[in-house]
């Protein structure tokens, strides 16, 4: 075909996990339109992710939709750079990124086109980034009410929030600024409309969980994240990605301000604060005062110091709550005869029992078995529960305290009453706002369980659970908190009575000794195949690993859902260089096995 007959290439982006495909047009195509493509046998809605270069015989475009773009062209950068980073099937990202309903095919009316829409001038004023760190909520959205009020004199705002609880919360504070909502649980309808407002810009301020991150505003002129430190804010399927940090990314390509906010900031913002990478606004740091119970001095998970401390919050007639993060009644069951542990046959890891459903769950999949069975080893009927989890501190309750109204609170839309309650069990599900009126004492059983995960952040996120615990009540008179350790040493209770620098400092000797950011860069390599073909990798893989120079701490087997994974964390000095040695992984991987593994990085990894 002669040259001027061929038209033009260009990439176009399906909401598929594949990378862009290249069609042909006769014209000119903007970036950021939608078009219908041929692809395979029938038609689908892609987005135009710029232009290409011809290879071979290329399939033409069936229609231009749109008019004007569906993704302004820095949203459409900053989309790039997503996908580029993550090193991410660019239709993945768009899929999570745009609502679904741009792209179906309407059976009967025509599809809704994007019509010009006047462009609008960006503030371009300039990026720069602050932490707010105030640990009382209340003080820090009265800084954020005046930060957000004096921005939109500028132009529009985006203030994220990482749950619903926080999404009402400030919708509720900021309703005379007329925002808009936008998080998981809208219609495919709302999501389309506000969307589309945002597009036309028609919007002023939106509060939103982290997919409000993608919309597609053109002026900025503020991006909050409140409570930048939260694991809501981590993506954990489709394409792995901790949205604070893109939020980061976001506010440099717009050239914006950004503002994070916490009560209990996470280390690497805290260390850029410290060091003047971020601004830092904060207040002073009201220390309640904690009680830490040695529990190598007192035997048993109910010490007496806890007993005593029960008995005089009743007797004030005030309101206890205990933590503990186990939910049923033990997290693991085994047969006396032989000592054989009851695991789930998907996932492989202990089963938990719950009493009063009488049955065995497996924490991650759908498996469970009825009552007690027979040991598979031996049909030994001699079946021992090992450990304590929320039921069973109920019934050691009920023991101590009978005259007591006990109640487990075990996701955030417990049902309880908090007037008819004296003693409330709760795992981390409990809300910021939990109704409790007469709370008088909050008590930690066993707080070595949050310190074990897996994970090194454990004792970043053991500190900011604590906390969030301890404020709870912290507008209560005569409030006591409680905390049961074997580990009483510990820099997160060090940082619980003396302050978060006190925390800060010894978490960072840790992190500096192994690399841990901020001081490198890790990331997460997650493979999934069959289990032959996982069990060769290693072998393969480890080598690639040395001969890059990359440190690396693994490999760990999983079989979650009946899903059997491979797990290594990498870690480098340098993102660039983590970035660019994953690639050639990535490479190496392809070129092998090619599309009988499938490889997931995790560049943020909790």
Known sequence: MPKEEKGRAVDVVLPYRLKPLTYRFKETIPKGVRVLVPFKNTQKIGLVWGEATFAGDLKEITEVIDGAPLVPERLLSFLKWVADYHLAPEGEVIRCAIPASFFRLPKRRKIEKIEEIAEQVPLSPGYHSSLYFFEKLKLRAEKLFEKVKTSLEKGPVLFLVPDRELLFYYAEILKKMSPLLYYGDLTPAKRKNTWLQVLKGDARLVIGTRLALFLPFKNLSLIVVEEE??????????????????????AKLEETEIVLASGA?????YYFAKTGRYGLSSGKKPQGEIKLVDLRENKGLFSQKLINALRKTLARNKQA????????????????????????????????????KGMLKCPY???????????????????????VGTERLEEICAKFFPQARLARLESEEGDFSPEETDILICTAKVGRFSPLPRLGLVAVVLADQLLSQASYLAAEKSYQLLKKLSLIAHNNEKFEFLVQTYRPFHHVFAGLKEGYEAFFVRELEFRHLHKFPPF???????????????????????PLFLNMGLEFIGPLFKSLRGKEKLHYLVVAERSQELHEELLKVQNELKSRYGNRLRLVIDMSPL
């Open 229 to 250: 430190e939260n694991r809501g804010y981590k993506q954990e399927e489709g394409f792995r990605a901790n949205f604070r940090d893109l939020a980061l990314m976001r």
């Open 321 to 356: 709550l205990l933590f503990l993060n186990i939910k049923g009644y033990a997290p693991h069951v085994l047969c006396e005869t032989c000592g054989h542990v009851f695991d789930c046959p998907r996932c492989h890891v202990p089963l938990h029992y719950f009493k009063t």
């Open 520 to 542: 490198g860069r890790v990331a997460e390599l997650i493979l999934a195949t069959k289990r032959e073909i996982l069990e060769e990798i290693p072998a393969f893989l480890e």
């Open 265 to 269: 900031p996470s280390v690497k913002s």
């Open 365 to 387: 999949c759908a498996y469970k078995i009825k009552g007690f069975p027979l040991c598979p080893s031996c049909s030994g009927e001699v079946l021992k529960t090992l450990g």
